[in-house]
């Protein structure tokens, strides 16, 4: 958490206000989270202008002219805010930059720090590492990278094979496709894999349309909350009913992570 439709949300706010900004000045909390070459991150951002705003999977970049990016991955906690320069500093803020002729500022904060940005002068570096992005994938790829022995969990949130995905959406998208998280991906037909895939897609984009799901105190880069969590079928919901089946919701330990499951929808794979 965040996931992919709260990068999403987040980004499409930026790309309103900042696309022709100028970077004047850059304030760095702490320089273990902000990673640049030498001689530091101001040096090689300020004057900048900003060109376009890019997400791939979770992690979103500022593109910057003529070349080079800042790319911030925001982990389990992180959080950006695009507002007031005058307005209180929170607590764990790693990153400030401020743009010229505005009285804007974007901050990054993240109290557990399993985020982090990285300043790339020369190269547009967001997608570096990761697997195709979630939103786009076609059905041949998708194949693919699930036609392995691993749990079907697994496959989906590693991010070297498909990036963006994460628990809650997982877990969202393997309910509505009738798929125990446990299940092998070499053990998924052709009709499994394309209604797995329609799932997955319809469920990010209705995730985007009610930007993304507030859990805890996720909001984005205006302060508002989402409001797909309204709409979650299985995640959060341990001991309450399937609003498909009426089968009570379980919490089983899946790819390392807290998984939720209906037993009547998603039968074991024994």
Known sequence: MPELPEVETIVRVLRRRLPGAVIADVRVGRRDYVRS????????LRGRRV???RRHGKRLALLLEPRGSLVVH???SGR???GPASAPVPRHTHLRLSF???DLELRVTDPRRFGGVSVAPDRDGVADGLGPDALGLRRPVFRRIVARPRQIKALLLDQRAIAGLGNI???EALWAAGIHPLTRGTDLGDDEVRHLLAQLRRILAAAIRHRGSTIRDWRDARGASGGFQARHRVYGRTGLPCVRCGATI???LAAGRSTHVCPGCQPSPG
């Open 100 to 102: 010229r002729g505005d």
């Open 51 to 53: 060109r376009a705003v």
């Open 37 to 44: 070459p030498r001689p530091s991150a101001g040096a090689h």
């Open 74 to 76: 925001l982990g389990m």
């Open 250 to 252: 379980v919490r089983i």
């Open 80 to 82: 950006i805010d695009l």
């Open 169 to 171: 959406y997982v877990d």
